[in-house]
């Protein structure tokens, strides 16, 4: 198996570490992987770290949009940190700041 994504576990905390390109072709794999262990740990926060992301396509947005939606089911937030200025631009134009349970650090 790939190593896409790594988790460290903090006090409230789950930081998923994603170490992929993230395509159509990546992403169905990075979600299961998170979901897996956002339902296995139950964290207040879920952090995506984005810093050893080279490439996202809107498949990105998606998985991020998605993570918010399963997180607010166990009554988490997640914060999205280490974002590139192109994943700045895209999150800034689709409007995903606005979402209620998401913080984007950058």
């Known amino acids: 198996m790939q190593r896409d994504v790594i988790?460290?576990?903090?006090?409230?905390?789950?930081?998923a570490s994603l170490t992929a390109e993230i395509d159509h072709h990546t992403a169905r794999r990075i979600r299961e992987r998170i979901d897996s262990e956002l339902f296995l740990r139950k964290p207040?926060?879920?952090v995506l770290?984005?810093?050893?992301?080279?490439f996202m396509d809107s498949?990105?947005?998606g998985l991020i949009l998605g993570r918010c939606s399963v997180a607010e089911g166990i009554g988490a937030?997640?914060?999205?940190t280490g974002a590139s200025?192109?994943?700045?631009?895209l999150i800034?134009?689709?409007?995903?700041?606005?979402?209620?349970?998401l913080s984007v650090v950058k």
């Open 7 to 15: 988790f460290q576990e903090g006090e409230r905390t789950l930081t």
């Open 49 to 54: 770290d984005f810093s050893g992301v080279g």
């Open 77 to 80: 937030s997640v914060r999205v």
């Open 59 to 61: 498949s990105g947005l």
């Open 92 to 101: 800034r134009l689709s409007g995903l700041e606005r979402v209620r349970n």
């Open 85 to 89: 200025d192109q994943l700045m631009r």
């Open 44 to 46: 207040e926060i879920l």
